[in-house]
């Protein structure tokens, strides 16, 4: 199987005016291969969503590689950032805030479409698609983020992420804001998308017991860098790290 992302050595030195700069990501490296579901687990602070917004080139990479279907982006700014945007999308953990409150959730959905030349029509009628694939009817492309449920509102930022058919969806915490009952559903919802458009995931997420359900392998981040990984199974039930124990006490105990 072909691979996807090719992450080698990422690092990520923060360095802010008079201050000491900050290592929040150290040496990071792992593959996606097409399909695929990499969970990446650790606790608050330990440089999962610095990771991330380096992986969608949110931010920028201070040192390593980063590839995308054997094409280096670790570098590219800008214009020459359109394709990975369109590639690589993220769905984020507050999705009322993720939305301009003055725009409509269709105006929100629709705007990668009309960025990319899209006719008024075709967008409307993409929008429903979009909206009805993650389970939502059409009329919510007429509502306001205020007046939806937060998880009606991360639905439609699953489908504002899939506008652009991503090949790889990043779910940053995507779950952790809503209830048990919707966070189920937002997770059985990924696991159709992911049936259904060959997706490949990175889940990021402190609890454990929802990355054994949902991932392929896993990632343990602690300060920043990857203590352990291997199948999710393995790593709950065999620990090799006390910080990796820890997490998995902290989920199962
Ligand atoms: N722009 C920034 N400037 C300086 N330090 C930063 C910046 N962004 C993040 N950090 C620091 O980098 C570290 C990692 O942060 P990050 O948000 O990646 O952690 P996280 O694992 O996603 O945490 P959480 O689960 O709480 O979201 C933290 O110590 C944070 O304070």
Wanted: hydrophobic share 40%; charged share 30%.
């Amino acid at each position: 199987m072909s691979t996807l992302l090719e992450a080698e050595h990422l690092t990520k030195i923060f360095t802010q005016r008079g201050k000491e700069s900050f290592k929040a990501v150290d040496d990071v490296s792992f593959t996606l291969k097409p399909g695929e579901t990499l969970g990446i687990v650790g606790e608050s602070g330990s440089g999962k969503s610095t990771l991330a917004k380096m992986i969608t080139r949110l931010t920028d990479i201070t040192e390593g590689t980063l590839k995308f279907e054997g094409k280096d982006i670790t570098r590219l700014k800008h214009n020459q950032l359109k394709d990975v945007y369109g590639n690589i999308q993220m769905v984020f953990q507050n999705p009322v805030g993720s939305f301009d409150p003055r725009r409509t959730l269709g105006d929100g959905i629709g705007e990668s479409l009309r960025n990319r030349g899209m006719k008024k029509a075709d967008i409307e009628k993409r929008v429903a698609e979009l909206l009805e694939q993650c389970g939502l009817s059409s009329e919510f492309a007429k509502r306001y983020p205020h007046e939806v449920s937060g998880g009606q509102c991360q639905r439609a930022a699953i489908a504002r992420a899939l506008a652009v058919e991503p090949k790889v969806l990043i779910c940053d915490e995507a779950t952790s804001a809503l209830d048990v009952t919707i966070q189920k559903q937002i997770m059985e919802l990924l696991e159709e998308l992911k049936e259904k458009h060959g997706l490949s995931f990175i889940f990021i997420c402190h609890n454990l017991a929802l990355v054994q359900m949902f991932c392929d392998r896993v990632l343990v981040l602690y300060e920043g860098k990857v203590v352990e990984s291997g199948l999710p199974d393995d790593i709950i039930n065999e620990p090799k790290q006390a910080y990796t124990r820890k997490l998995v006490d902290a989920v199962f105990l």
